[in-house]
């Protein structure tokens, strides 16, 4: 798969952030819909890490409970690089300085990610 255009690899990462909230442990066997998916998590966030949000902005905060292994996503950097391939967020063919890139702003992508989320629950509410 070559890399996809932004707003269709952006709803596959989407969907895999949404995909591995169903894999925490207290949600297992439950049938949760997408935003009460997006309320759990941003409930586990605030109260895991919510204090951070007003000293280092609310993406940096994600990003940073997110490093910290919050939810069940990958973190190492060969999974990482396999991760934006299957999802279409990059070429099959990188180069080492392109995976370093990715890798440097994973915590990062995925804090925008889950904050497309928030977004789209605001939205219909």
């Known amino acids: 798969m070559s890399k996809l255009h932004?707003?269709?690899y952006q709803e596959n990462y989407k969907n895999y952030i949404l995909d591995c909230i169903d894999s925490e442990d207290d949600l297992i066997n439950k049938e949760l819909t997408k935003e009460e998916?997006?309320?759990y998590l941003?409930?586990?966030?605030?109260?895991?890490?919510g204090f951070m949000v007003e000293r280092v902005g609310k993406q940096n905060a994600i990003a940073e409970w997110l490093s910290g292994l919050a939810i069940n996503i990958p973190y190492s950097y060969c999974d990482i690089i396999e991760l934006a391939k299957n999802l279409g967020s990059a070429?099959?063919?990188?180069?080492?300085?392109?995976?370093?890139?990715?890798c440097e702003n994973y915590w990062n992508f995925m804090a925008y990610?889950?904050?497309?989320?928030?977004?789209?629950?605001k939205e219909v509410a």
């Open 42 to 49: 941003f409930n586990r966030f605030y109260s895991e890490y």
């Open 113 to 121: 990610m889950i904050l497309l989320l928030e977004k789209e629950i």
């Open 6 to 8: 932004y707003t269709k």
């Open 91 to 102: 070429d099959h063919n990188l180069s080492s300085v392109q995976e370093d890139r990715i």
């Open 37 to 39: 998916k997006i309320k």
